[in-house]
């Protein structure tokens, strides 16, 4: 992994610093690049640091998508940030839980037709979730961050944090109030894939 740029980053929650990495991961037979940021907040190191790992969601963060609560999540967590003065949000290339945009709008297009977001995946021939979150490890690896308070519903985030060394102190729930739209989604989120959500 490399770190292939570094900028001061000004935005609506504050300033951040951003950092840009590319990644190569052995997958199967053929390597997968991999590209995220992070944006860096204030001092990361003299105690564990609140950290938000946030897939990429074309849909939701840039058009404002009312299917799933991937825009709120985002926010919620910049503001939380914000408001400790400290902390990292590492976003990554992953749309549609890694599947690709095309994918994702073709699960869409099945999901209208009645399966959820898990069923409509897998009949695409994806499994539910093809995230690995290696890259986000290096990374924190890379910020020298060997500790750090998960802003996250998602168990599988923790486990692979954990897996590659960097403790996790503490869970941080980042529930958001979602539109009556995302509820069947959130729903299959927490009965088949485990998520954290009340």
Not at 3 to 30: C, L
Not at 79 to 103: N, S
Not at 143 to 169: C, F, Q, T, W
Request: charged residues 25%; contains cysteine.
């Amino acid at each position: 992994m490399q770190q292939v740029a570094s900028a001061d980053f000004p935005t609506r929650w504050g300033k951040f610093r951003i950092y840009g990495f590319r990644g190569q991961f052995e997958n199967g037979d053929k390597p997968r690049l991999e590209e995220a940021v992070a944006l860096v907040m204030g001092d990361v190191h003299s105690t564990a640091p609140l950290v938000r790992i946030h897939s990429q969601c074309l849909t939701g963060d840039v058009f404002g998508s009312l299917r799933c609560d991937c825009r709120q999540q985002l926010e919620k967590a910049l503001a939380m940030i914000a408001a400790e003065g400290a902390g990292v949000l590492i976003y990554e290339q992953q749309e549609g839980r890694g599947i690709g945009l095309m994918p994702k709008l073709q699960a869409y297009e099945l999901q209208d037709s009645g399966l959820d977001t898990v069923e409509a995946n897998e009949r695409l021939g994806f499994k539910a979730d093809h995230r690995e979150f290696t890259l986000p490890a290096e990374i924190l690896r890379a910020l020298s961050i060997k500790e750090v308070r998960l802003l996250s519903n998602n168990p599988d985030k923790v486990s692979a944090l954990e897996r590659a060394g960097i403790r996790v102190s503490e869970r941080v729930p980042c529930e958001v109030q979602a539109s009556s739209h995302a509820e069947e989604y959130l729903k299959t989120k927490k009965e088949k894939m485990g998520h954290l959500l009340s």
